[in-house]
T-cell receptor, first 112, second 113 residues
Framework: DVKVTQSSRYLVKRTGEKVFLECVQD?????MFWYRQDPGLGLRLIYF???????EKGDIPEGYSVSREKKERFSLILESASTNQTSMYLC???????????FGPGTRLTVL | KNQVEQSPQSLIILEGKNCTLQ??????????LRWYKQDTGRGPVSLTI?????NTKSNGRYTATLDADTKQSSLHITASQLSDSASYIC????????????FGQGTTLQVKP
């Protein structure tokens, strides 16, 4: 079974802090994704990566950056957390376009 | 603009009853349509994936249909159980090589005893 894990289920940070969200997948997938999910807005794509050291902006990249130094790991970075970044963050991976996308359990981030 | 619209936004049914969730999309060109189930506080889990040549696919008590001409899909749940209480998300993938996914806002289903 494909497994996508995220470093924390719940996280509470203060405004202005630097926040790291880690995601690891164990199936050697090429593509990895970061989404945020908010009530009434559905899932929105923040960033994605086709391969190691490659990244592409999604629909809402402002205030975020990403890092993919190893194929299995994709990190989302909030350089200076703000209250409007309070959300559920979901990581996903898949082998390539048109293949099934597998999601992690999510990290619920609260920024105070 | 590529969009995926789901209805109803929320639904309450009694255990054992059937229900149907709707999904309309305007994504073009189209590659495939997926239905995901998301339990509260969890990540989405895939139920079905259909390409334009498939018009029905089942996964246990879940049956998805697709009409690529009218750009509509439905998810039918038979003999509902309490564990079916979740959000159901319709996702459409375009056929460009980026394979970008367009997500619907989801239908929240509550099954009551």
């Amino acid at each position: 079974d494909v497994k996508v894990t995220q470093s924390s289920r719940y996280l509470v940070k203060r405004t202005g802090e630097k926040v790291f969200l880690e995601c690891v997948q164990d199936m050697d997938h090429e593509n990895m994704f970061w989404y945020r999910q908010d009530p009434g807005l559905g899932l929105r794509l923040i960033y994605f990566s086709y391969d190691v050291k490659m990244k592409e902006k999604g629909d809402i990249p402002e205030g975020y950056s990403v890092s993919r130094e190893k194929k299995e790991r994709f990190s989302l970075i909030l350089e200076s957390a703000s209250t409007n970044q309070t959300s559920m963050y979901l990581c996903a991976s898949r082998q390539g376009a048109f293949n099934e996308q597998f999601f992690g359990p999510g990290t619920r981030l609260t920024v105070l | 603009k590529n969009q995926v619209e789901q209805s109803p936004q929320s639904l309450i049914i009694l255990e054992g009853k059937n229900c149907t969730l709707q999904c309309n999309y305007t994504v073009s060109p189209f590659s495939n349509l997926r239905w995901y189930k998301q339990d509260t506080g969890r990540g989405p889990v895939s139920l079905t994936i259909m390409t334009f040549s498939e018009n029905t696919k089942s996964n246990g008590r879940y049956t998805a249909t697709l009409d690529a001409d009218t750009k509509q899909s439905s998810l039918h749940i038979t003999a509902s159980q309490l564990s079916d209480s979740a959000s159901y998300i319709c996702v459409v993938e375009g056929s460009s090589n980026t394979g970008k996914l367009i997500f619907g806002q989801g239908t929240t289903l509550q099954v009551k005893p």
